[in-house]
């Protein structure tokens, strides 16, 4: 199998009152004045947004046809256990329209596709749900 770059996203972080975060495509400009929830929400929409990708190819593969209005809300919990930090997240997913049994075949081959559920495998506690 040959390797193929699909994408790099370029991103500039700024700390303390005047804080940012700043792609270099200018679709992300969001004002930071302090690291802690952004960092959480911002990796909660990140994941949510490939989860939802991987959810469409993984139906694209199964020659299932999505409805509209898939949702994926994502929780991101970060939590500290003896002075070590940890993330904790829930995948909740809505496809609307869908037979239970289908969806939960979606969400859990997403969750085998999706690059951010592969880089957190074994290093965070996820749980899929199904809406």
């Not at 596709?113 to 965070?124: D, E, F, H, L, Q």
Request: net charge negative.
């Amino acid at each position: 199998m040959t390797e193929k770059l699909l994408f790099t996203g370029k991103t500039h972080n700024k700390g303390g009152r005047d804080g940012f975060a700043r792609s270099s495509d200018g679709k992300l400009d969001v004002k930071l004045a302090q690291p802690h929830p952004a960092a959480e929400n911002l990796f909660g929409a990140a994941w949510s947004a490939c989860y939802m990708g991987a959810i469409e190819v993984a139906a694209a593969q199964r020659n299932i046809k999505l409805p509209a209005g898939p949702e994926v809300h994502a929780e991101i919990d970060l939590n500290v256990d003896d002075g070590s930090y940890f993330l904790r997240a829930r995948l909740n997913v809505s496809l609307p329209g869908t037979d239970r049994d289908v969806a939960h075949e979606l969400i859990h081959a997403a969750h085998e596709i999706c690059p951010y559920s592969k880089a957190t495998r074994g290093n965070v506690d996820v749980a899929t749900n199904l809406l």
